[in-house]
């Protein structure tokens, strides 16, 4: 089993940024891969990037070039640096884990940009 938390959503003006961290416990020695994924109200969740146990970064184009993934010296915390944030990146965005395949999630925080 592994544990995820989430911290560091709130409320910022566009143009501003935020930075999430997610936290991992438990059995995270066969984690593979981590992430972040965001669902806004009536919509779908959808990946915003992602790393693996060996460095490699995904982004959704949508994404690229304002956030960055990156992980703590720990390996078990993963960051998203959120810059040039937009009314439309408001969504409660939640920290993914693969451990061998099992997906685990946390439970969310909300980000909301105010325009």
């Known amino acids: 089993q592994v544990r995820l938390v989430e911290s560091g959503g709130g409320l910022v003006q566009a143009g501003g940024s935020l930075r999430l961290s997610c936290v991992a416990s438990g059995s995270i020695f066969s984690i593979n891969r981590m992430g972040w994924y965001r669902q806004a109200p009536g919509k779908q969740r959808e990946l915003v990037a992602d790393i693996t146990s060996g460095g490699s970064t995904s982004y959704a184009d949508s994404m690229k070039g304002r956030f960055t993934i990156s992980r703590g010296n720990a390996k078990n915390t993963v960051y998203l640096q959120m810059n040039s944030l937009k009314a439309e990146d408001t969504a409660v965005y939640y920290c993914?884990?693969?451990?061998?395949?099992?997906?685990?999630w946390g439970q969310g925080t909300q980000v909301t940009v105010s325009s």
């Open positions: 993914n884990a693969i451990d061998l395949a099992t997906p685990y």
